[in-house]
């Protein structure tokens, strides 16, 4: 089956650094996406990644490694805003969307 | 600002009463999806259109319909709600399906039975 995994929830400290991780199985790639989620709200874009490197856009980048099924979404200069669910979407071979659950992040003073 | 707008953003129903959700864009995307998402869950794919062609989940119960009468709608109908379709359901639009093509989501539409 195809799966991906991310940490349930993470916490940091505003003006820190985070790294979240995200880990796939699937039926091919046609490239990863992360997406923000606030609480009850719609999932709003991010980033895209398809080749493997650093992707970097502001404060946030996101890193694809292909060979090792695995990606992560780096924030820097964390702000209490960025307090929200980040979840990773990987593009199968048959062009559907796999999902993950998210990473609640908690941002503390 | 070009968009997708979901109504109503909460709705709540009796066990059984049917429901209507209702997607509208003005992005002109082709692709319209339906998500329902449950708390702490993924976003699951219930069903999407690309321009008039219906492509429905294996997996989504009969309970789950949909319609895309022109380009800019789409409405997601719950024949018989049960407890365990109390969930956000979320539309989406795309240009297309493949590659890089990014989803815009609606709001949500927050669906309590009751």
């Known amino acids: 089956g195809q799966n991906i995994d991310q940490p349930t929830e993470m916490t940091a400290t505003e003006g820190a650094i985070v790294q979240i991780n995200c880990t796939y199985q699937?039926?091919?790639?046609?490239?990863l996406f992360w997406y923000q989620q606030h609480a009850g709200e719609a999932p709003t874009f991010l980033s895209y990644n398809v080749l493997d490197g650093l992707e970097e856009k502001g404060r946030f980048s996101s890193f694809l490694s292909r060979s090792k099924g695995y990606s992560y979404l780096l924030l820097k200069e964390l702000q209490m805003k960025d307090s929200a669910s980040y979840l990773c979407a990987v593009r199968d071979s048959n062009y559907q969307l796999i999902w993950g659950a998210g990473t609640k992040l908690i941002i503390k003073p | 600002d070009a968009m997708v707008i979901q109504n109503p953003r909460y709705q709540v129903t009796q066990f059984g009463k049917p429901v209507t959700l209702s997607c509208s864009q003005t992005l002109n995307h082709n692709v319209m999806y339906w998500y329902q998402q449950k708390s702490s869950q993924a976003p699951k794919l219930l069903f999407h259109?690309?321009?008039?062609?219906?492509?429905n989940e294996a997996d989504t119960p009969d309970n789950f319909q949909s319609r895309r009468p022109n380009t800019s709608f789409c409405f997601l109908d719950i024949r018989s709600p049960g407890l365990g379709d109390a969930a956000m359901y979320l539309c989406a639009t795309s240009i297309d399906i493949s590659g890089a093509n990014v989803l815009t989501f609606g709001a949500g539409s927050r669906l309590t039975v009751l």
């Open positions: 699937t039926s091919g790639f046609n490239g």
């Open positions: 259109y690309y321009d008039k062609d219906f492509n």
